[in-house]
Every structure is written in C-alpha cells, then in structure tokens.
C-alpha cells in the first residue's frame, strides 16, 4: 500500500519539480563559497627571491578583487571571493609537477596559477594538462611552451626576439669612446641558460657584436678560473644569467679581482631585493632585466609600485607582471561565465584584457600574450628605466674603474 501511495504521489509531477529545484540550486551557486586557484610558488630553494615577489604580488591581487566582493562568475549568477591555495615546488621541476597534482587532486583547485622559471612553468603545466585543467602561466620561454601544444594552458611573457635585442640597443646608445669593446656572455649552465644564450648569440651577430669570451656559469660557484680568463682577455662588458645567489658571488669576486667592466647586464637574478640589499653599492650601475615598471602610465602601476617599497622598502620590475595575470585571469573568469577549464582557455585565447597595471594584453589564437622586456639600472637602490627608450627614462651609464665605484658620483 505505501508503494503504491509512494507512486501516486511521485506521479503527480513532484519529482521533475524536485529535480528542477535541485537543479536550480545548483546553478544559483548554492554550496559554493568561493574560486579555488592553485598557486604553484617557490616558497623555498634558489628560486625563492623571485618567488617572494610573485606571492606577494598573487595576494595582493586577490585581496583587491575581494574587496568588492571576488569576481562574478556567471553560472553560479553571483560574486564569489578568490581563495588562493599555495603550494611549495621547492624550486625543482618534478617537485612543482608533484604540489600541481596535489593542487588539483586533493586541493580541488578550479585554476592554477603558475611558478617560474621555464622548467618548472613547463613541468607543472603538463601536469595540469593531464587533469585538464586549465593553467595561467607566464614566465616561461614562449619557444619552448609552444612546443607542448598545451591545450589547457595559456603563457604571458616577454617576446624573446626583442628581449635579447636590448643589451646591444643600449650598447649602442654609449659614445664610442665609453662603449665596450670586448665582450663575454656567461649563462648559467642549465636548459634555460643554454637557451637563452644560444638566443644572445644569433642576435649579437645581426648587430655586429661578437663574444670573445663564452662560458658556462658554473654550478659549483667557484667562479675564479672563469674571472681570471676574463681579466687576461680584456673582457669589458659581460652578459650573466644566472640566480641571484650565484650573480651576487659573481659580482662580489669581480670586484675583489679588480675587473673592469664598462658593462653589466644581469637577467633573472640582478633585480631582486636580495641582489641590492647584498652588494650595497657595488650593485650601482649594473643593469637588469624587467618586466615592468612603476613608472608605467598604466592604471594602478604607480599604486603597485609604491605598496610594494612600502612592504620592503625596495622597488621592484617584476611584480606587474603577475598582478597583471591575475587582473587579466579575473577578468577572464567573468568574461567566460564559468569555472571550467575549456571555458577557461577559450575566453583568454584571441581575446584582449584592458586596463591592467601592464596596460592593454593581447593573446593570439594560440594563447600567448606578449610583453615587452625591459632594462633598469641600479642606482641608488633603485632600478632606473632605461629600456623601452623614452624621453622621460634614465639614460644607461658605463661603469667606473672599480676604485671609484663605491660611491656613486
């Protein structure tokens, strides 16, 4: 008799209401308090410097958005805030595929956020691309991410070509009197270091520049064989790419040998925090690699700027650039109503984010956005544009005989 009445009842059209209505709480967003986003950071290790930075500049980024409320996402028809999971990858490429599995698997990361550098940017994002889920990355060599074919991923970064233009567009800013005349390029020795210096190489010779001086930086730190090559050959300028710990021990012996130099250009490690506040004054005139700068006429970079001198009492080239993948991936999540990596990718592919503290970001059909490289130079304290060249930037300086480069003139 229950079983009956049970039928009955079911069969007045209860359960297709009953479904609806479950299915309606659903879509309303009802259980679901917040955007998940795995964070793939290198909290320690060699990379950690540089890893401080992009976490301080992720958290900020989501405290901004959550100040109104997080970002709306259309299929839950309402404002969710970010939470950001962050994981340790050690600085170490399996390690950051083992923390995005983590992130994905047990975490129930929605998006990740990417590491750096290239290695650990290439390794984590094959893993995302295993779960497929989609993976925001920058800070990686756009040749190499490229040559995965990631289908859940896009990458924000700076275009190589023009990139390993700028040593030499400056070089060739300097008098001829003051300019380097021999030049050695020293990359550490890792896949990314062979890469990039294979790419200073082809581009030394569309501009007339040779090297007389190419070396591995080695891992072992012991640098010395190396500086006392360099000093017998007259080296006048160097190319180093290298951690901040290795170019700060760099620079330290370089100065104790007494060498030279006209012309400094450090990529990777030379404009970090650590790399200023451990060489003092012999970090002036060095010139570093960048990814912005405060000095941008782009809203909010002057904002960002300041609360990052205020937090550590330094400047910073690189913290746009990941507060800008944040601005552009929030306003992505928008754009595609949804929390679905296909969804994902195909709102931030061929598509154009306005108004973020890197100014206006294009990707292409593939998913790369370009940025520009730029160059500061170290000068009292702080890193002076002197690249993209602009009428209102610093003008690039040769170095001093080291004797009287302890203070600046």
Not at 80 to 105: F, G, H, Q
Not at 110 to 119: E, K, N, V, W
Not at 122 to 141: G, N
Request: aromatic content about 12%; hydrophobic content about 40%.
């Amino acid at each position: 008799m229950r079983i009956q009445n049970l039928r009955k009842f079911l069969g007045t059209g209860v359960l297709p209401l009953l479904m609806l209505m479950f299915s309606n709480s659903l879509s309303s967003g009802e259980g679901r308090t917040d955007v998940r986003i795995g964070v793939v950071n290198s909290i320690s290790g060699k990379e950690s410097s540089t890893g401080k930075e992009i976490r301080w500049a992720y958290e900020l980024a989501a405290a901004d958005i959550n100040k109104n409320g997080g970002v709306f996402v259309r299929a839950y028809q309402k404002k969710m805030p970010v939470r950001l999971i962050i994981a340790d990858d050690e600085s170490d490429s399996a390690i950051a595929a083992k923390v995005t599995e983590t992130l994905i698997v047990k975490e129930k990361a929605d998006l990740i956020l990417g590491t750096h550098p290239s290695a650990q940017v290439i390794s984590s994002c094959r893993m995302a691309e295993k779960h497929r889920i989609y993976y925001h990355a920058t800070s990686c060599f756009i040749p190499k991410w490229l040559e995965n074919q990631f289908v859940h991923s896009t990458n924000l970064f700076f275009d190589l070509d023009q990139a390993t233009s700028v040593p030499f567009e400056l070089m060739n800013r300097l008098a001829p009197e003051k300019g380097p005349k021999k030049h050695a390029i020293l990359m550490e020795d890792t896949p990314d270091g062979e890469f990039f210096g294979a790419c200073f190489k082809k581009k030394a010779a569309l501009y007339g520049y040779r090297f007389d001086m190419d070396r591995p930086l080695p891992r072992t730190r012991d640098f010395l064989p190396v500086l006392m090559e360099m000093k017998k050959k007259g080296i006048e300028s160097l190319l180093m790419f290298g951690d901040p710990a290795d170019l700060i021990t760099l620079m330290k012996e370089i100065k104790a040998m007494r060498i030279d130099l006209k012309y400094i250009h450090g990529w990777k490690g030379a404009w970090s925090i650590e790399f200023s506040n451990a060489l003092g004054n012999d970090a002036q005139y060095v010139v570093c690699d960048g990814f912005w700068s405060e000095d941008y006429p782009y809203p909010g970079a002057n904002r960002l700027g300041s609360l990052f001198h205020d937090t550590f009492g330094k400047h910073s080239v690189s913290v746009g650039l990941y507060y800008g993948s944040c601005q552009i991936l929030f306003q992505t999540i928008e754009k595609a109503g949804s929390l679905d990596s296909a969804e994902i990718k195909k709102a931030v592919a061929g598509h154009e984010f306005l108004g973020t503290v890197l100014g206006d970001i294009r990707y292409d059909s593939s998913g790369v956005a370009l940025i520009q490289s730029t160059a500061h130079q170290w000068w009292n304290g702080k890193q002076a544009w002197v690249y993209p060249f602009h009428e209102s930037a610093w003008k690039v300086k040769t170095i001093p005989v080291w004797d009287r480069s302890s203070t600046a003139p």
